[in-house]
């Protein structure tokens, strides 16, 4: 008999590429123990949270997640008021925040900063989001969600509809589905379709998907349905923004066509992508994906930090 | 023997409407016991500050209160740090937002939106200001004052001085003095009249009252007079409000001709309506009101959470 | 025997002038024992952050300081949210916010705001920087990393090059050094020379120091190099930043030349004044001055508030 441990103590979360299949599945069956846990047993520790670029949402989620376990925050919500504005580079504003913290969680607009941050820290980093690229905890999230919902991360149908171009929770979701087996079914408007390196990757990992523009050509059987907001401020054209955000709205009556077994999942905010007609369908699961972003994110702290409960 | 104990755990406090003269006796009288109390009987609650409309004050107060009790606050201080301006409907913010905390705080620039805020989730919600409408925690607190100040809720001479129209802490507090007994005046230029809902409320429960425009025309045996900034920024017209802005400045001189028994309260802040040379007369009661605002929104806060010290 | 012990409860921390050599000595003692220290000492302790001016750097280390500590921290990181845009006295905050805490932290755009604040409450007040004035906790910081790196506080040859003029960090620390014995070396533009009064102060205390415009100038047996960012936002005329900014950027070769025994050291945050290839010069101490900060604001607030460790 082999027993395999991970230690997670001290690692970056900057990219899901640089978590093995095995080390997910750790961290979701660690994260269950953490459902409604709140023991102060990050008493003392201390998160910095930089956010670069605004994201109220995720700097709450932590927020929340530390305050759960008796950690503190500090930090900015706005790179207008950090000594960013005054010209210092990402180095030296980490190499300073560093002193402050145990542990450092960072949302910048520029792919590749995370990773830049965690180069001049040896304390742990973790990446809220950096330009199109990465937003692992998300990606946790979704995969807690996905087999809380389904009981299984392998073996399932799902459909990702809406902006596979610009949505950053589409990619690293995607990306990381590479390590399980599943079948995808990739739904989008011409102009936001997904770019070719993902697609790339989805042929050399061997995963079977389909590129489609039409909604209701999805199979009735997809167990999933992971719906995106169009977001207008990564669209450069106004005009073609108009155009395509009603294309993929989903409502009660259209998932009735594909099937009331299947998964409803969105990151939110959501728009009109999803009709609140929605909210209180069984397989709606949008709300649950808030929530167990708490979860996750308590976990995932208390690992970096090598906490264990 | 009766005993009647109510239960406030859970509850909303959203407008003073919804509680009764002896319900609002219960907290006034709970408030007492938290007067410089400072045990972390809260420790591990969490209160989301959602404040779609600035107001450092109120977040700042109700804050302190949290860390005094022991407890953690999160939240965003300006709406366009947060989804809303990303296009989020509220109730889907309350619904993501009740999974990082315990109770939730309020202040939103549109009428009915606190109501809104605690249909769509179980957490107490509480109202910290929604347009010209409630505060209540406001008139919470001015209630402790009174009965700090003059021993009694009953049986008063108060004048409201100044901007009836728009203030949102003169109707909320008046609308509640109609549970008690007193005398009212109500001293504003033409165009800041007390609106003609609430001048048919006190009508209707038949709470004695004069209108006036005169200051000087108040009862010399007046017990309080309550006096509020006249807001340029909920005033439609410029010249209109440099007209009216100086007319109720009170100072030590106007006092003494009225009694300088007097209590002077102001929710504070305040720009020139009280002069300064007043801020160390016995009556002048506006500091306490705020000291007393950490005192009573402990108790809420306490009360609300099911809590008890 | 004589045993002088000084009590630091209540005080506050205005300037660095109202503090003796022997009070500094203490508290640089103090501190040496908060180095890594992290009990919740000021568990139920409140401090009030008010910015009136932005500094992240400088909120984020006091919130440190704080958190490591246990206590608590609220306040506002921008005048444009609070009381203040609505026209409200300095005092009048003050009275309102001491209701909210134990020790209120305080940067102001001008000069003397810390004074006038202190002057309305009972609570120590720290001044983080008002106006071009003081800040006395960065000079604490400095005198810290000063002793730590040079083993004393007299007998040192200290070179402030670049902005002498605008700079409060430089006045606040050269002001303080006239408590010691050292020689002074002020290498400026002709522009950014340190203003008059400052000049005449060195002079009536006894301080050798010598004004010059040229870098190299300096003796080759200097101890420590201070250097500071020219901060264009302090400048009036933009073509004279552009022609200064660049004169006295100092780099590996431009050090070798004084001597590598050299303690480097800089306020941060840095643009281009010292370049990043000194960042593993053993003399590079910059760094180490944000560590320090933490360490000196843990004791200066226990000390004030009247706890030890």
Not at 147 to 167: E, T, V
Request: charged share 25%; net charge negative; aromatic share 8%.
């Amino acid at each position: 008999m082999v027993t395999v441990t991970h230690s997670f103590a001290g690692r970056d979360l900057i990219s899901m590429r640089d978590y093995k299949r095995d080390e997910l599945l750790t961290i979701l069956d660690e994260a269950t123990l953490y459902e409604g846990f709140e023991q102060p047993i990050l008493a003392g520790k201390v998160m910095a949270s930089l956010f670069f670029e605004p994201s109220t949402r995720t700097h709450l989620s932590f927020s929340a997640a530390m305050n759960r376990l008796g950690g503190g925050v500090l930090g900015f919500a706005d790179a207008r008021v950090s000594s960013t504005a005054k010209g210092e580079s990402l180095a030296d504003t980490i190499r300073v925040v560093e002193n402050y913290c145990d542990i450092v969680l960072i949302r910048h607009p520029m792919e590749g900063a995370a990773r830049l941050a965690a180069d001049n820290t040896s304390l742990p980093v973790i990446n809220a989001g950096d330009g199109t690229n990465q937003h692992p905890t998300q990606t946790l999230l979704d995969l807690y969600t996905i087999r809380q919902k389904r009981g299984r991360l392998d073996n399932l149908k799902i459909a990702f509809i809406g902006d596979l171009k610009y949505s950053r929770t589409v990619h690293s979701l995607i990306e990381t589905l590479t390590h399980f087996d599943n079948e995808l079914f990739l739904v989008s408007p011409q102009s936001l379709r997904m770019p070719p390196e993902f697609i790339e990757e989805l042929d050399a990992r061997g995963t079977v998907y389909t590129e489609d523009e039409d909604f209701f050509s999805i199979a009735s059987d997809v167990d999933i349905i992971y719906t995106t907001r169009i977001q207008q401020e990564r669209f450069p054209d106004p005009i073609e923004y108009e155009k395509v955000k009603n294309a993929y709205r989903i409502d009660r009556a259209a998932i009735s066509k594909i099937g009331d077994h299947v998964t409803i999942m969105h990151p939110l905010p959501r728009l009109n992508e999803i009709s609140t007609d929605l909210d209180d369908h069984p397989g709606a699961a949008y709300f649950d994906q808030a929530r167990n972003g708490v979860t996750v994110r308590k976990a995932v702290l208390a690992m970096l930090l090598g906490v264990s409960r």
